[in-house]
């Protein structure tokens, strides 16, 4: 397995792009005598493990454990033999450890389930496009959770050392929404004694708007507006005669969902009153994008059991709510779908050293491999909570 994740990380695939990964992942449960069936688009699989135990009745709903395929558009700048071969993208989520350990998970799972040792039908989900927040709602929409009761996940984090997992009851992740604003004005100075000025009005739209929707949030629910882009051209001197233009990016992250309902209302208001004073005229592009992922309190017990049974105690952790958006969310709104996220310690112990997710330097310790292989397969042997 720790060979399979380093050919996964060798081969990086685009969002929507990661037909090699899922070939892999394919061959290998084919391998084990499973079936796994592609998505329509031909990146993405599910895969079902019959679970139950003879003279225990019905086996009820399935665990559906997830996985996600796709890699970033980020350089890889680490020297080791595992380095990426594909200019300009690499694994620096770590969806290739969730591949594989969905995968190492899987073929043990279907190893018990063939000497009628799996109390629950398991049902894994190798997702595509979680960077593009599309594959969630791409694999729902082709009823991939139908049978679904509970629904897990790991995520990589670089600040818990590897052999350990991070659990939280609650929110995990924040809510994220994406932002493109284009600013304009059609006055020169040969119009106007002071015409309105793009670059001014830019600058005060970075530092006004995040302001402005935070002081009407209500209290205890955090708003974080991030500017990714900004660019602006007044127009003047070199180019009198065309109009001034300003470009802005920006991610809006919320903690919780009452701040992400009230978050795009109280933008735009803020974005206009900004813009009137200055004398320009906003085109903005507001795309509501994932909710926060909130771990259901009888999965997150689920998770620390299997943690303790197959790690030890001192193997569970505590982690915190952060601002990174994760569309595993999406699963976990369904009716009648229980789910958690846990976060999987990838550093290597004794480490000082914390390579962020989305770094070009972002690596793991291969331990966590064994780690998540274990804790996956466990939650599935003790059925339910």
């Known amino acids: 397995m720790i060979d399979f994740r380093r050919d996964l990380h060798q081969h990086p695939e685009a969002s929507h792009a990661e037909f090699r990964t899922t070939r892999k992942v394919a061959e290998r449960l084919e391998k084990a005598g499973l079936r796994p069936v592609l998505m329509a688009a031909g990146t993405g699989l599910v895969c079902d493990i019959p679970g139950g135990i003879p003279g225990d009745g019905p086996a009820g709903p399935a665990l559906a454990l997830r996985a ?5 558009p980020v350089q890889d700048e680490k020297a080791v033999p595992h380095r990426s071969t594909v200019p300009g993208f690499c694994h620096a ?14 073929l043990v799972l279907a190893r018990l389930a063939a000497a009628h040792g799996l109390p629950v039908p398991v049902r894994l989900l190798f997702q595509p496009a979680e960077e593009k927040i599309a594959g ?9 959770l139908r049978g679904v009761g509970r629904i897990l996940a790991l995520h990589c984090d670089p600040k818990i050392d590897a ?20 600013v304009r004005t059609m006055t020169t100075g040969a119009q106007e004694l002071t015409p309105p000025n793009v670059v001014d009005a830019v600058s005060s ?10 002081r009407r949030v209500p209290a205890g629910s955090g708003v974080s507006i991030v500017w990714g882009h900004v660019e602006a051209n007044s127009g003047e001197p070199e180019a009198k005669q065309e109009p001034g233009v300003g470009y802005l990016q920006c991610t809006v992250r919320c903690i919780d969902e009452r701040a992400w309902t009230l978050a795009e209302p109280l933008f735009r208001k803020a974005v206009e009153n900004v813009c009137a004073l200055h004398g320009v005229e906003p085109e903005l592009e507001y795309t509501r994008g994932i909710p926060p992922v909130v771990n259901e309190p009888t999965s997150v017990t689920l998770l620390r059991r299997a943690a303790e049974e197959a790690l030890g105690r001192d193997a569970v952790t505590t982690t915190e709510q952060s601002l990174g958006g ?3 969310a999406w699963f976990l709104q369904e ?4 789910g958690a996220m846990a976060r999987l310690g990838v550093r290597s112990p004794g480490s000082e050293r914390v390579l962020d997710l989305h770094q070009g330097m972002f690596d793991v310790d291969d331990r966590a491999i064994g780690t998540a292989t274990r804790l996956l397969a466990m939650t599935a042997l003790l059925g339910s909570v």
């Open 335 to 338: 009716d009648g779908v229980r």
């Open 205 to 214: 739209l970075v530092t006004e708007v995040p302001a402005a929707v935070s």
């Open 93 to 106: 989520c770590g969806h290739d450890v969730h591949t594989t350990t969905v995968l190492a998970a899987g």
């Open 136 to 144: 969630a709602r791409d694999m729902i929409a082709q009823g991939l």
């Open 68 to 72: 996600d395929l796709d890699a970033l």
């Open 163 to 182: 052999g350990r997992v991070g659990l939280k009851t609650g929110p995990l992740t924040s809510a994220c929404d994406l932002v493109k604003l284009t």
């Open 326 to 328: 994760e569309d595993f």
